[in-house]
């Protein structure tokens, strides 16, 4: 095993999608991170090098390392690995970046292992690293990371993964604003008891967007596009939140909440047309703050973590 090589890719995600807290997440295209693994004598994790943004080498404060050394833990490995990592993706962003890295680790290393986990399975091993990255071990951006498609996390305990199928219109327009936005103070801030009516209404609305999405009813999915529980907590932490959602709105999209634990603001839109219009009112509502922000457009995206380079 000593010297085996991986290089993955793990992508960005969409997690909640406005109701869903939690539950809900989705990859996007061509945004995400990647990582090079190789296998070392020893038990000892190393991170040699980090590209992209700033995150600690300690492997027990990475979510590299910490699922590796689950992984290897729990499968009782008598070798360890050497990472590179190059990310892509923001810390702090609301698009799953420690997501990214925890799913491409877990994802890489089953591979070298000759894949003796199935991907469902490796949720649980991804999910310590959001333990590091957030204080809870949330799976609704590392299991759209590794599996791919729309994802129901339905249960945690005991962990019940659902994959959707998307329809074939939806398009995400996203804007990610540069600053930054920690996922664990982002969920400190939260409430932790709900009044029923609140409930009734937001588990209403997850229902109704996922039959809207099974049955590919944007009107429906449009419908149930509302957070009454989450977001009006959140949303003081972004800039310009409101101005963003109903400019997108106004331009067409089927609804818009934030993504994670934001700053990132996503909408859907049926089409790539509307899908374009939202991208030019984002932009149009964030051009004369001091922020830098990106714009993406992305479908939900089939594919997972999956594999760039290899060798024995
Ligand atoms: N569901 C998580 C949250 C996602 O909203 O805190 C964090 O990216």
Redesign the pocket.
Same mark, same amino acid.
């Given at each position: 095993m000593t010297g085996s090589f991986i290089k993955v890719f793990a992508p960005a995600t969409v997690? =909640?999608l406005t109701c869903g807290? #939690?539950i809900l997440g989705f990859p996007l295209e061509n945004i995400g991170d990647e990582l090079s693994i190789k296998v070392i004598r020893g038990k000892r994790i190393r991170i040699k090098s980090i590209k992209g943004f700033e995150l600690p080498f300690e492997p027990a404060k990475n979510v590299a390392g910490v699922v590796a050394r689950k992984m290897i833990d729990e499968l009782r490995l008598d070798f360890s690995f050497e990472f590179v990592i190059k990310k892509g993706i923001k810390p702090g962003s609301?698009i799953?970046s420690s997501?990214a890295s925890a799913a491409g680790v877990a994802y890489g290393i089953n591979e070298l292992l000759g894949k003796p986990l199935k991907l469902k399975e490796l949720v649980k091993f991804a999910m310590e690293g959001e333990r590091l990255a !957030?204080g %809870?071990p949330?799976a #609704? =951006?590392v299991a759209p990371a590794l599996l791919g498609n729309l994802i129901l996390i339905r249960s945690y305990n005991p962990l019940d993964i659902i994959q959707l199928p998307s329809p074939a219109d939806l398009f995400c327009t996203l804007i990610h604003p540069h600053i930054q936005v920690k %996922?664990k103070e !982002?969920?400190e801030i939260l409430e932790k008891r709900i009044p029923l009516d609140k409930a009734v209404q937001q588990w209403g609305n997850v229902a109704g967007l996922i039959a809207g999405i099974v049955q590919s009813d944007y009107s429906l999915i449009s419908r149930s596009m509302e957070d009454v529980i989450?977001e009006p907590i959140r949303s003081v932490l972004i800039p310009r939140f409101d101005e963003v959602k109903k400019e997108s709105l106004d331009a067409g999209a089927l609804g818009c909440g934030i993504s994670?634990?934001g700053p990132s603001v996503f909408a859907f839109s049926k089409g790539e047309e509307n899908a374009l219009k939202v991208r030019k009112a984002m932009i149009e509502t964030y051009h004369d703050t001091k922020i830098k922000f990106d714009v993406y457009i992305s479908r939900i995206s089939p594919h997972g973590a999956y594999v760039l380079e290899r060798s024995y």
């Open positions: 997690s =909640n807290f #939690d609301g799953g997501a !957030s %809870t949330h #609704d =951006n %996922t !982002s969920r989450i994670g634990s």
